[in-house]
């Protein structure tokens, strides 16, 4: 996936014009206007079009840099059987660390949304893997949780005393990991 940030701090500190970069990038129809408009759009963070492979290639190209360098690679958990309050106390404790450094950390961390951050980070590393990046380099830059709302299949009264019913509820989480390299 592009990273916005990176794409933004690389046409500033090259100085190429977004014109320019447009008229290196030719795909099936897709046409030169359309192209400085998927630019400007991936420059503030929009993901419309949705950059393909070949894209991110021809953009790294024309800027003169890897296609890992502006790339990012995500991966998220859906519906994961944690309340997201608690499952953000683990996300807290990775975001900004080298990959690696989070994993040893997750591993000696004893919560039960551990599992499930691990589970993400592994995806997003292979994910890395995958496209050729240096997995010795990779931080995470971005781990959030987000609320899923009540899990499926939960009770929702407990039984008690003199015929009362208390409710409760078990709520599910998305947790969603972003690795790049340095």
Same mark, same amino acid.
């Given at each position: *996936?592009? +990273?916005?940030?990176?794409?933004?701090?690389?046409?500033?500190?090259?100085?190429?014009? $977004?014109?320019?970069?447009?008229?290196? @990038?030719?795909?099936?129809? *897709? &046409?030169e #206007?359309?192209?400085?408009?998927?630019?400007?759009? %991936? =420059?503030?963070?929009?993901?419309?079009?949705?950059? =393909?492979?070949?894209?991110?290639?021809? !953009?790294?190209?024309?800027?003169?840099?890897?296609?890992?360098?502006?790339?990012? %690679?995500?991966?998220?958990v =859906?519906?994961?059987?944690?309340?997201?309050?608690?499952?953000?106390?683990? &996300?807290? !404790?990775?975001?900004?660390r080298?990959?690696?450094?989070? *994993?040893?950390? !997750?591993?000696? &961390?004893?919560?039960?949304a &551990?599992? @499930?951050?691990?589970?993400?980070?592994?995806?997003?590393?292979?994910?890395?893997?995958?496209? +050729?990046?240096?997995?010795?380099k !990779?931080?995470?830059?971005?781990? =959030? $949780?987000?609320?899923?709302?009540?899990r499926?299949?939960? #009770?929702? %009264?407990?039984?008690?005393?003199?015929?009362?019913?208390?409710?409760?509820?078990?709520l599910?989480?998305?947790?969603h990991?972003?690795?790049?390299?340095?």
């Open positions: *996936m592009l +990273s916005a940030s990176k794409l933004d701090n690389l046409i500033k500190s090259t100085g190429k014009n $977004v014109t320019e970069l447009a008229a290196g @990038m030719k795909r099936a129809g *897709m &046409t #206007k359309q192209a400085v408009s998927a630019i400007r759009n %991936w =420059r503030k963070g929009l993901i419309k079009p949705l950059p =393909r492979k070949s894209d991110i290639q021809s !953009l790294a190209s024309g800027l003169g840099v890897e296609p890992t360098g502006i790339s990012e %690679w995500r991966s998220s =859906r519906y994961a059987p944690s309340a997201p309050r608690k499952a953000r106390l683990v &996300t807290q !404790l990775i975001a900004g080298s990959a690696q450094e989070a *994993m040893d950390l !997750l591993k000696f &961390t004893r919560k039960r &551990t599992d @499930m951050v691990q589970k993400a980070l592994k995806s997003a590393i292979a994910s890395a893997d995958e496209d +050729s990046a240096d997995v010795e !990779l931080y995470v830059c971005q781990a =959030r $949780v987000d609320g899923a709302g009540i499926v299949g939960t #009770k929702r %009264w407990i039984a008690k005393d003199r015929g009362k019913a208390y409710s409760f509820i078990k599910a989480s998305h947790i990991v972003t690795v790049t390299e340095i």
